[in-house]
């Protein structure tokens, strides 16, 4: 069969330009989204301003929209945003990217208008706000200095009162770039704000809950602080917080890197705090970040304590790694051999397997899997299937336990739309049963067995049985 010719740049440079011209104004007429490309491309023939007043035109559209969107329009709602933003993105910056960036903040400012007429509970909405976000940031780079002090007021002029988060997004996407007096002009101007707004909400009833801007103009404070390098404020700040909401890791870790590893290790070990994404003291990344605190006091010992205090609870194969590495030649052989054995006598089963299988030793794993055979939850479809065709191969006695808790957990739930990952399970149990069944727990029925069983507890579900055969 002859390969169709492939289109390119030079190809169609070849027709006429009539040619080309009906093709696209024949493709503007079928598709709306390629007609809007079409006029901006137009516009922009007319310099900046033509192409940021058609991108306004849009805009007040969208402004004004009061319609609901339904579902199956959606999509292409969704498209309309993005070739929105495109165009503001690829014809109006590359010419005049201080208007690019108004038309970017006016767009974003729109976002809670927006929500209000679309489900978007899949997110591809809020996917373009996030991107305009970025592309508005990286603009500002572009701005200059005159420009870039104007930042601020726009910003808080269009989302200033805003509640959905992208105004602090939008301060953190643009405050790296913008100058250091700028900065603190903000920085001193939401200060500012905050108090007057604080003064006004302790005249309200106390009676109620009400939703307060300071704490996200506190926020871009912080971030503020951060752009100027100023982590003396950035921890006051962070200090004003409530304790259960104050980001200890984070000011540790920044406290750390800029040498401060006293006050480091006071924050990192603050009673009662919030550590993003850990809630226990002996989480492994707060932990990992405290012995590095510690190794930088020249507390060593005490560094190394903790990791083994954190690998004897979580067995955490990245604790383990760097408390070997910080031991003396051929001792980490020793300790080694020593955390290998503690995964079998482990009180959590799960934790045991994920450790041997992230160090790896698979033989240990399937030791796991074999001193716990009654343990293992079939529910566990997103997990257990991958596991069990990683060992069926050098152990396939620990296989056949994963896959029939698989199995079993189908055929007792009746997850009909499951019964042909079911079917597959079977056959693999099928394949594995001669080798598996001399190295399976006495307690544990053979293969033939435990077929016998399942036709007897589930023979009714012909749904999977006509799967099997």
């Known amino acids: 069969m002859p390969r169709k010719s492939a289109l390119s740049i030079e190809k169609l440079a070849e027709l006429p330009a009539a040619k080309l011209a009906q093709l696209v104004l024949d493709e503007a007429e079928r598709n709306a989204g390629f007609r809007r490309q079409v006029k901006a491309a137009l516009a922009a023939k007319s310099g900046p301003e033509g192409i940021a007043k058609l991108i306004d035109r849009r805009l007040s559209g969208l402004e004004r929209a009061k319609s609901f969107i339904e579902w199956d329009k959606a999509r292409a709602f969704r498209d309309d945003l993005q070739s929105l933003t495109d165009t503001i993105e690829a014809e109006l910056a590359p010419a005049a990217p201080d208007m690019a960036i108004d038309r970017f903040i006016r767009f974003i400012a729109t976002h809670e208008h927006v929500f209000e007429r679309v489900d978007d509970s899949s997110g591809h909405v809020q996917d373009v706000y996030y991107l305009a976000i970025i592309s508005a940031g990286k603009l500002t780079a572009q701005l200059s200095a005159s420009e870039a002090a104007l930042m601020p007021d726009k910003i808080m002029a269009r989302l200033g009162e805003t509640t959905h988060g992208y105004l602090a997004d939008l301060a953190k996407a643009v405050a790296p770039h913008l100058p250091q007096s700028t900065l603190a002009q903000w920085d001193t101007d939401l200060n500012a704000t905050i108090k007057e707004r604080k003064a006004e909400e302790a005249k309200l009833s106390t009676d109620r809950w009400h ?178 065709g990683t060992l069926e191969h050098e152990h396939p006695a620990a296989a056949t336990i994963l896959y029939r808790a698989l199995l079993d957990d189908i055929l007792k739930s009746a997850r009909s739309k499951a019964y042909g990952h079911g079917a597959k399970y079977l056959g693999k149990l099928t394949l594995l049963a001669e080798t598996a069944d001399p190295l399976l727990p006495k307690e544990v029925m053979g293969h033939e067995a435990y077929l016998s069983e399942l036709r007897k507890k589930h023979g009714r579900k012909t749904g999977f049985w006509g799967r099997v055969e």
Not at 246 to 267: F, K
């Open 211 to 388: 939703y307060s801007m300071t704490s996200q103009w506190s926020d871009m404070r912080q971030t503020i602080a951060e752009a100027r390098g100023d982590i003396d404020l950035l921890i006051a700040l962070e200090s004003a917080k409530e304790p259960h909401l104050q980001d200890v890791q984070g000011i540790a870790e920044r406290l750390l890197g800029v040498g401060r590893a006293t006050e480091a290790l006071d924050w990192v070990r603050k009673p009662g705090s919030r550590a993003k994404g850990q809630d226990d003291e002996l989480s492994p990344r707060k932990i990992q970040l405290e012995a590095r605190i510690l190794e930088a006091l020249d507390d060593k010992p005490a560094a190394q304590a903790l990791r083994w205090q954190c690998f004897e609870s979580r067995l955490s194969a990245d604790i383990l790694r760097e408390y070997l590495k910080m031991l003396p030649d051929f001792d980490d052989i020793d300790a080694e051999t020593q955390a290998l054995k503690l995964g079998l006598s482990h009180p959590v089963p799960e934790t045991a397997l994920r450790f041997y299988l992230d160090w790896p030793r698979l033989d240990l794993a399937a030791q796991v899997i074999l001193q716990h055979y009654s343990n293992w939850d079939g529910s566990h479809w997103h997990s257990l299937p991958k596991t069990a």
